[in-house]
């Protein structure tokens, strides 16, 4: 059984080495009221299903659970269970098990379990494939907490694993308090080593702007960018309007996808592809998208102090999340939609207000 996911997924690996037999470290995880013990006090874990839960392919298990105050259910089962057992191609004892979420918090949870005896040892692999729900919402909550508190949770069960085998220190227990502020530190941290390594970009940056232009750069090539934009869009408009105010030395050529007359040529790509992200070409016939046109178009007008800061990793994430929501929706907000159907025909005739 494979429960499918039709939202882009994340993925977390962790690898790591207990002291003690492939048989006992399977042992642990066999046992399903061991997971209590095996999860952070923060997270409220408490399995609802009756013990004791025979582990088999098909298992059902039903979990209540809390984070930063929210109660919530979750259902998994049980899709793949291989006890411990030689493997006839290296003559390796391995085991493995797979649970996955029918209900719960993610929009799709996977989680694989791998044993390997290493002599008297055991290596443990986790590899987590999973989704989160809300959209936009839900991605900018994965990048400031999500993924670090599921980092947490698995850096625990190491740990916790190691104290039920042999008896050594029990992990520290974090409230969730002590939890949020850690991440808030680390949130912090990163910004600021962003900011610091953004700030020597954009010293750089400025050198380049300000200096003088040789004729024989000029010669090679008379543009920093050429954007691709929708002539019939007037945001895209209002945008390209201001960027042809800005651009004093003509470092941006300008072409109208929207226009008649506009072929894809060369480009490689297809007038709706053209259509669904804003596209850009580099002097040495670079196709970029997205985000990344801007970044360019606006180094190209004397904006590079800024555009660095835009690299910062929050940043980043929340401007490219941010731009694919825009692009998914930019003609139904343009009043471009006839009912359901957002499409607009190649022989569209052009809205004047641009150069090409």
Not at 5 to 14: G, V
Not at 92 to 106: H, L, M, N
Not at 137 to 166: K, N, P, Q, S, Y
Request: glycine share 8%; aromatic share 8%; charged share 20%.
């Amino acid at each position: 059984m494979d429960l499918k996911s039709t939202k882009p997924l994340h993925r977390i690996e962790q690898v790591g080495v207990v002291d003690r037999t492939l048989d006992e470290v399977f042992g642990i995880f066999s046992n399903a009221a061991n997971l209590e013990a095996l999860t952070p006090s923060f997270l409220s874990f408490r399995i609802l299903t009756p013990l004791p839960i025979t582990m088999v392919a098909g298992a059902r298990i039903e979990y209540a659970l809390g984070l930063f105050g929210i109660p919530m259910r979750w259902r998994t089962i049980i899709s793949n269970w291989e006890p411990p057992a030689t493997d006839p191609v290296d003559g390796v004892a391995k085991a493995r098990f797979v649970d996955q979420q029918v209900s719960g918090p993610y929009a799709f949870w996977k989680h694989t379990h791998e044993f390997e005896a290493d002599g008297n040892r055991t290596i443990m692999r986790d590899v987590v494939d999973y989704a989160v729900p809300f959209g936009f919402l839900g991605d900018i909550a994965h990048l400031l907490f999500v993924r670090r508190t599921l980092e947490r949770i698995f850096a625990h069960r190491r740990v916790a694993t190691a104290h039920m085998l042999d008896g050594g220190p029990a992990p520290r227990q974090s409230s969730i308090l002590e939890v949020g502020i850690q991440i808030a530190g680390e949130l912090i941290g990163e910004v600021w080593r962003g900011v610091r390594h953004a700030g020597h970009d954009a010293s750089e940056a400025v050198k380049g702007a300000v200096a003088p232009i040789q004729t024989s750069a000029l010669g090679a090539s008379s543009f920093d960018i050429e954007v691709f934009f929708d002539g019939d869009c007037p945001l895209c408009i209002r945008e390209i309007n201001m960027l042809l105010r800005l651009d004093k030395r003509s470092r941006v050529r300008f072409t109208d996808i929207a226009s008649p007359s506009f072929d894809t040529g060369d480009t490689g790509l297809t007038w709706n592809q053209f259509m669904e992200r804003i596209h850009g070409r580099l002097p040495d016939g670079t196709m970029i998208e997205g985000v990344e046109v801007f970044r360019q178009l606006y180094s190209a007008v004397g904006f590079g102090r800024l555009v660095s800061l835009t690299r910062l990793p929050i940043v980043r994430e929340a401007l490219h999340v941010g731009y694919l929501l825009f692009a998914k929706n930019r003609l139904r907000m343009t009043g471009r939609c006839l009912e359901d159907i957002c499409a607009v025909p190649p022989s569209a005739s052009r809205v004047a207000g641009a150069g090409a």
